[in-house]
């Protein structure tokens, strides 16, 4: 029986760590909250589970036309944003091409490359953790298919410039897929971060990914889009199973961004509590980057493997990244002093 050799050496994606009930967990950058008022029941009241969804997403996307002014052939929503960067890679690259993105960045990223046939070419994220664009410019070679910047980034917290960013595009070569991952964008603070929705029609060939699983907290019921070129997106949807989102998750998205003010209020709070951590960090002697995401990120270096530990002692799953540091989603407001207690004695002990 033979497999395709990188294939058989890949590992499935694996998820972050559980605690004990009464424990938080920080782990997989999980929206806190359940879900909004009503969400749930106006996604019931949709279903017919003897039926298959609608495999064009009508409803979804034209809603998502509207809000982003753009045609209905220039958004399509996936099983997460996950889905549509690997429709993307597949549409993009196969074998003999590469696709170039920061490292370290989203734990996917490789795993979606390799599926695809083409290779990683990855480069070093700046000391303070943020996208060094001019050398992802100057990455892309002859073979280059694809360009992924994530911003913020997962897991350092960075967001990229706007105005770096315009640079970089205008430096990549217009035949050249660049994906603009925004998972984590509702939670940008940053004035001068780039927002894609500003970039839309700018660029043949810039394609923005965004998720409701992140602000909208719908991480279980998988829906993310994509905005961009119609054609780009087209291809994209060719490579997509078919059916990956379900009405129940088309639904609850609708009805979400049915209750946007309530929505903002979340974001807000996480947003404040994630900049407070940060700050108390920060105070403890922690050199924690800019966190423009839900998380932030503590460079723990050689020990972060008993670093993580001792936060899993006290009953917080966090993202350990072995001899870089640890990735703390924001959870819970009672979370927040527990972290610090942890985060105190670690330092003392450095
Ligand atoms: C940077 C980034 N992009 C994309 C995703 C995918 O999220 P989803 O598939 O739930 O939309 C994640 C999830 O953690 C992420 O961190």
Redesign the pocket.
């Given at each position: 029986m033979r497999l395709r050799p990188e294939i058989a050496a890949l590992t499935a994606y694996s998820q972050g760590r559980s605690p004990s009930p009464d424990g938080f967990k920080l782990s997989?950058?999980e929206n806190p909250y359940p879900a909004l008022p009503g969400v749930l029941e106006a996604a019931a009241a949709h279903v017919e589970i003897n039926r298959y969804p609608d495999g064009a997403a009508v409803a979804l996307r034209t809603r998502l036309a509207d809000r982003y002014g753009v045609e209905f052939s220039e958004v399509i929503v996936g099983?997460?944003?996950?889905?549509l960067?690997q429709q993307l890679f597949l549409a993009a690259a196969g074998r003999g091409d590469e696709i170039v993105y920061a490292w370290r960045?989203?734990e996917?990223y490789p795993g979606f490359v390799t599926i695809t046939g083409a290779t990683s070419a990855h480069v070093p994220l700046t000391d303070a953790l943020e996208h060094d664009l001019p050398a992802l410019a100057a990455a892309v070679t002859e073979r280059t298919r694809v360009v992924v910047v994530?911003s913020p980034?997962?897991p350092t917290g960075p967001a990229v410039s706007a105005d770096a960013f315009e640079a970089f595009m205008r430096a990549v070569p217009a035949e050249v897929l660049v994906v603009l991952?925004e998972?984590?964008q509702e939670f940008v603070t940053d004035p001068l971060a780039v927002d894609g929705e500003k970039l839309i029609g700018e660029y043949p060939n810039l394609v923005i990914?965004r998720?409701?699983?992140?602000a909208y907290g719908l991480?279980g019921l998988?829906?993310?889009y994509a905005i961009g070129p119609a054609r780009l997106l087209a291809a994209a949807r060719a490579t997509a199973i078919p059916f990956a989102v379900t009405e129940l998750g088309f639904a609850a998205a609708l009805a979400s961004l049915d209750r946007k003010p309530l929505l903002d209020e979340r974001v807000a709070e996480i947003v404040v509590r994630r900049d407070r951590l940060r700050g108390e960090l920060i105070e403890q002697g922690w050199a924690v980057p800019s966190a423009q995401g839900n998380f932030v990120w503590l460079p723990t270096g050689e020990h972060t493997t008993a670093a993580a530990d001792a936060f899993f002692d006290a009953d917080i799953a966090v993202r350990p990244f072995a001899d870089e540091g640890i990735r703390i989603s924001i959870g819970e407001e009672e979370s927040i002093e527990r972290i610090l207690e942890v985060s105190a004695t670690l330092h003392r002990q450095r």
């Open positions: 997989s950058n099983a997460g944003s996950s889905s960067l960045s989203f996917a994530c980034n997962n991952d998972a984590y990914t998720t409701f699983s992140k991480a998988r829906v993310g």
